[in-house]
T-cell receptor
Framework: DTAVSQTPKYLVTQMGNDKSIKCEQN?????MYWYKQDSKKFLKIMFS???????INETVPNRFSPKSPDKAHLNLHINSLELGDSAVYFC???????????FGPGTRLTVT | EDQVTQSPEALRLQEGESSSLNCSYT??????LFWYRQDPGKGPEFLFT???AGEEKEKERLKATLTKKESFLHITAPKPEDSATYLC????????????FGKGTHLIIQP
């Protein structure tokens, strides 16, 4: 069983388009996150959700918006895509904020 | 602002040659230091959590230790399948958000 899953694995799109990435966890965790890994492989936190409430919001463009329909899902919506948005996006989950996070396989987004 | 610095950036070892990876950190109140392994094209895989100075954790050929300023990941008699990027991350109590990651150490174990 996959603990944290993401779809799609690859996403190629043009500048200006709007796209979504889905994330689901079956670990029963109460906190979920989105990270961005840039071309230099540096992982940086974007958002986290705890019990359906946004509790962390890094200084990311407001074109990015997380949406959580329930505790097991945290989707990432991106509007008006730009070239600089090209990266690998990882979803993660944890039980509480201080315990270990489990990551999904990543979504490679390429904006042309 | 929390900071995590990992060294070396890359390390090439012969199979069976033991070594250590370093993670230096600056945080406002450490609430956990985490080690992950990342293989190419995959998400980070959790290895260890350390919460207080003096704590040690072991798993197979890996051992993680923690002081007040740094953590070490010791690799004993590594095998080629230990080749990966090893990431260190911290969670602080000072309002920093999510995990703050270092840039990782790319480890290659040659047969």
């Amino acid at each position: 069983d996959t603990a944290v899953s993401q779809t799609p694995k690859y996403l190629v799109t043009q500048m200006g388009n709007d796209k979504s990435i889905k994330c689901e966890q079956n670990l029963g965790h109460d906190t979920m996150y989105w990270y961005k890994q840039d071309s230099k492989k540096f992982l940086k936190i974007m958002f986290s959700y705890n019990n359906k409430e946004l509790i962390i919001n890094e200084t990311v463009p407001n074109r990015f918006s997380p949406k959580s329909p329930d505790k097991a899902h945290l989707n990432l919506h991106i509007n008006s895509l730009e070239l600089g948005d090209s990266a690998v996006y990882f979803c993660a989950s944890s039980q509480g904020l201080i315990f270990e996070q489990y990551f999904g396989p990543g979504t490679r987004l390429t904006v042309t | 602002e929390d900071q995590v610095t990992q060294s070396p950036e890359a390390l090439r070892l012969q199979e069976g040659e033991s070594s250590s990876l370093n993670c230096s950190y600056t945080v406002s109140g450490l609430r956990g230091l985490f080690w992950y392994r990342q293989d190419p094209g995959k998400g980070p895989e959790f290895l260890f959590t350390l919460y207080s100075a003096g704590e040690e954790k072991e798993k197979e050929r890996l051992k993680a230790t923690l002081t007040k300023k740094e953590s070490f990941l010791h690799i004993t008699a590594p095998k080629p399948e230990d080749s990966a990027t090893y990431l260190c991350a911290v969670r602080s109590g000072g309002g920093a958000d999510g995990l703050t990651f270092g840039k990782g150490t790319h480890l290659i174990i040659q047969p």
